[in-house]
């Protein structure tokens, strides 16, 4: 609070007495940090900090059985591997013999492959799509094809370990044409 120092003694009037020195007033500043700090402490209090952004993935419960596993029809069913370089490989329903249905894209092109695939699946629920991300992919990758389900609007999609005779196709591929990046 402000305060006046009114020491000296008394007051005298008259000749020959010296006129007082005049007083300053101080200011006590203490309430004036209390008020800071209240005012810090509210505005912390009453802040919300930002959400995090997560995609929210629902997965199947593990099956004992193979067999009690999630099963579907292999003509909705697109497989999608993730190779180094940001190169992408599919094949639709299961991989043949000559893999002559191995084909690649990129992540430019893949989108149009998911939407020509959903487009064609004969009702929505038959369409699966199955994400297998090689040793090479970078976690970018597997992020950029998850945003790509999403976009897509692709409800059923798994992430899968990758087989060894896709992972050879893909090393194959990559020694046949050089990847181009995208």
Do not use: W
């Amino acid at each position: 609070m402000a305060e006046m120092d009114t020491s000296g003694g008394g007051h005298k009037k008259g000749p020959g007495v010296k006129k007082g020195k005049k007083l300053s007033t101080r200011v006590d500043l203490t309430p004036m940090v209390d008020l800071g700090f209240l005012l810090i402490t509210f505005f912390i209090f009453t802040t919300t900090m930002s959400q995090a952004t997560a995609m929210k993935l629902f997965l199947p419960k593990d099956a004992d059985k193979p067999e009690d596993q999630n099963k579907a029809k292999q003509s909705g069913v697109l497989t999608i591997l993730l190779g180094k370089d940001n190169n992408v490989f599919y094949y639709e329903g299961e991989l043949d013999n000559s893999a002559s249905n191995f084909k690649s894209s990129n992540f430019k092109d893949i989108r149009t492959v998911i939407i020509n695939k959903k487009n064609s699946v004969h009702e929505l629920k038959d369409f699966v799509v199955i994400l297998k991300p090689s040793e090479e992919c970078t976690y970018k990758n597997v992020v950029d094809i998850l945003d790509e389900m999403t976009i897509n609007v692709c409800t059923r999609y798994a992430l899968v370990d990758i087989s060894a005779v896709e992972t050879t196709l893909i090393k194959k591929s990559e020694e046949i044409a050089p990847p181009t990046g995208q």
